[in-house]
Antibody, heavy 117, light 108 residues
Framework: QEQLAQSGAEVKKPGASVKVSCKAS????????MHWVRRAPGQGLEWIGR????????DYAQKFLGRVTVTTDTSIDTGYMELIRLTSDDSAVYYC??????????WGQGTTVIVSS | SYELTQPPSVSVSPGQTASIDCSGD??????AYWYQQRPGQAPMLLIY???ERPSGIPERFSGSSSGTTVTLTISGVLAEDEADYYC???????????FGGGTKLTVL
């Protein structure tokens, strides 16, 4: 069964960085894109970016350009999303999602990131 | 940039039919996908490529498309269907994804 398991909650101060991990199991990691999506309190889903684990090619939402980096370590079937220069507006639940068959059909459980002084 | 527009909220009584629209110019060029997100849970894919249902999704969930609008229809609404629903598409070059603002479905 295809699964994505994310790292635990993080509390960061404004200006700091956060790196969230997402370990895949039950499918061939390098065959399918991994996406990152967040949901801030009281807001809707927001697409952050994606990576092709096969070749490392990435695409990012314009809003996050220059602040986000999505990477993978194919030796351990794990993806990462790093966001720098955090502000309170970055407080959200961050999800990884796999585009395996049709749409974003496998999701991690979410990682809560709180940015507070 | 492309946008998808959904109503913020829809209310329906149990057993009735709920319809949620999603509109945007990009929908004439790209497929739409629908996700359900219950409180405290990760989103779940409900509909892909406008009208197709993944295995395991109940038949009461269906999707349709007409021009710049796609619609998620939930027939015979159950209390457990109370959740947030999001449409999603992509830019014509398929380099980024777009979510609608989300619709909160309330089962009265």
């Amino acid at each position: 069964q295809e699964q994505l398991a994310q790292s635990g909650a993080e509390v960061k101060k404004p200006g700091a960085s956060v790196k969230v991990s997402c370990k895949a199991s039950g499918y061939t990691f390098t065959n399918y894109y991994m996406h990152w999506v967040r949901r801030a309190p009281g807001q809707g889903l927001e697409w952050i970016g994606r990576i092709n684990p096969n070749n490392g090619e990435t695409d990012y939402a314009q809003k996050f350009l220059g602040r986000v980096t999505v990477t993978t370590d194919t030796s351990i079937d794990t993806g990462y999303m790093e966001l720098i220069r955090l502000t309170s507006d970055d407080s959200a639940v961050y999800y990884c999602a796999g585009a395996l068959y049709n749409g974003l059909d496998v999701w991690g459980q979410g990682t809560t990131v709180i940015v507070s002084s | 940039s492309y946008e998808l527009t959904q109503p913020p909220s829809v209310s329906v009584s149990p057993g009735q039919t709920a319809s949620i629209d999603c509109s945007g110019d990009v929908l004439t060029k790209q497929y739409a996908y629908w996700y359900q997100q219950r409180p405290g849970q990760a989103p779940m894919l409900l509909i892909y490529k406008d009208t197709e249902r993944p295995s395991g999704i109940p038949e009461r969930f269906s999707g349709s498309s007409s021009g710049t609008t796609v619609t998620l229809t939930i027939s015979g609404v159950l209390a457990e269907d109370e959740a947030d629903y999001y449409c999603q598409s992509a830019d014509p070059a398929m380099t980024y994804r777009i979510f609608g603002g989300g619709t909160k479905l309330t089962v009265l």
